[in-house]
């Protein structure tokens, strides 16, 4: 049997999520992500993650101390932040740092601490390389502060907005954790040779950064330009879907419904921003793609994913695009290690096979 892309193949058993993409659900733990982004910080998420509860409150002050300390990025790290070409993208020096931090206290199995050291430096590594390119003072790592606000904090050098903070925190525990999506299964594929986990965190990164994954974001705010510039959402998205072009933002591999995830962000979009011209245009954007989408590809079920109003919550948050995808990664690392930890529990190595479909040929060179 072939199985293209995999689709529909359960390959593993976990305890960490489970979707229901007919019902539009989503449960980390067995607790639905609604209810858990209207009560829990991000740090309780990510511990809910790791160990599989909510942490007490020592278990979570001693999570937030940790991920205080690990802020501070060793100084080779800085280094190799700023001696990267210029022209690097941002996705591909997180992949470098990520990768230049996996020393020998790195062996197999991965554990949480570990986890907690990945997790705590990527938002520094994010805002020293941009700072860095923009010819800015560097910015140190607060001392105190939840893991999001420091985050907003290193990038901009001002105490950030409590709306945003919260803006982004809803963000970022909605794209924690996400089940067998292909940064996942990659991560999980590459902790299954028994490498260590900042290895597997690498392979993930390298697969996040494609468009067809974690780089949808900044295309829908190229999308949402179009149609601002055009003055006309219909004829944008005719002409594209006339043209055989896929819609940034819509569809899902999983999710035949509408996805949980987009639903929260857009309500905590209103919440926030009530009169946001933005805000109106990707509901209008939304509403006329899925009417032709309909139209397009009946019977397809395809509506908005977390990426669009991703998009929209960002730029709310004053979030330049460039920073969506490595902003997306600074929350699913914590889905990536609780899988790469879950995966070293009851390892079995992942070798699919393929069907070779070319000739047998006598010889080679004569
Ligand atoms: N725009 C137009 N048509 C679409 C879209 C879209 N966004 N998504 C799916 N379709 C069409 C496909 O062309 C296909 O049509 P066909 O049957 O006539 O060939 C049909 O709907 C089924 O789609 P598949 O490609 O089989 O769906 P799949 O599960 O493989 O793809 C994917 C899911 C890759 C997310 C796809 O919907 C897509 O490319 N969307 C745009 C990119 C995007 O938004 N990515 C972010 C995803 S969320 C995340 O990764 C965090």
Excluded at 117 to 139: D, N, Q, S, V, Y
Aim: proline share 4%; hydrophobic share 40%; charged share 20%.
């Amino acid at each position: 049997m072939l199985y293209p892309g995999l689709k529909g193949v359960v390959a593993v058993e976990t305890l960490i999520s489970e979707i229901d993409g007919n019902k539009g659900k989503l449960y980390y733990r067995g607790y639905d992500i609604l209810d858990i982004t209207k009560s829990y910080s991000f740090e309780e998420t990510a511990y809910l993650l790791w160990y599989g509860t909510f942490p007490t409150i020592d278990q979570l002050n001693e999570l937030k101390s940790a991920l205080i300390l690990h802020r501070f990025l060793p100084s080779h790290i800085e280094k190799l932040i700023c001696l990267l070409p210029k022209d690097m993208d941002l996705m591909s020096v997180i992949r470098t740092a990520v990768s230049a931090e996996g020393n020998s206290s790195y062996g197999w199995k991965p554990t949480v601490s570990q986890a907690i050291k990945l997790t705590a430096m990527i938002p520094t590594i994010i805002a020293f390389r941009k700072r860095f390119l923009e010819g800015k003072t560097l910015i140190h790592p607060l001392n105190n502060g939840s893991h999001l606000e420091n985050y907003l904090y290193m990038l901009n050098g001002d105490k950030p907005v409590e709306a945003h903070i919260e803006a982004l925190e809803t963000y970022m525990i909605l794209t924690m954790e996400h089940g067998m999506n292909a940064s996942t299964f990659s991560a999980r594929v590459t902790a299954s040779t028994e490498s260590e986990l900042a290895s597997a965190i690498t392979s993930a990164i390298g697969t996040m950064k494609g468009p067809l994954h974690g780089g949808a974001p900044s295309e829908v705010i190229d999308l949402l330009n179009e149609v601002y510039t055009a003055g006309d959402v219909e004829t944008v998205i005719r002409a594209k879907l006339s043209n055989g072009e896929k819609l940034m933002g819509f569809g899902h591999r999983v999710y035949k419904t509408h996805d949980p995830r987009s639903v929260s962000l857009k309500s905590k979009l209103m919440e926030l921003n009530g009169e946001d011209p933005w805000l109106d245009l990707s509901i209008q954007v939304e509403e006329a793609a899925v009417n032709l989408l309909q139209e397009f590809k009946p019977g397809r079920a395809l509506y908005t994913n977390v990426e669009f109003y991703a998009a929209a919550i960002m730029k709310a948050i004053q979030m330049e695009p460039t920073l969506f995808t490595p902003t997306f990664t600074a929350s699913r690392i914590v889905g990536w290690s609780a899988h790469v930890i879950e995966q070293a529990e009851n390892n079995v190595l992942f070798r699919p096979q393929s069907n070779y479909i070319g000739m047998i040929k006598e010889r080679g060179r004569v």
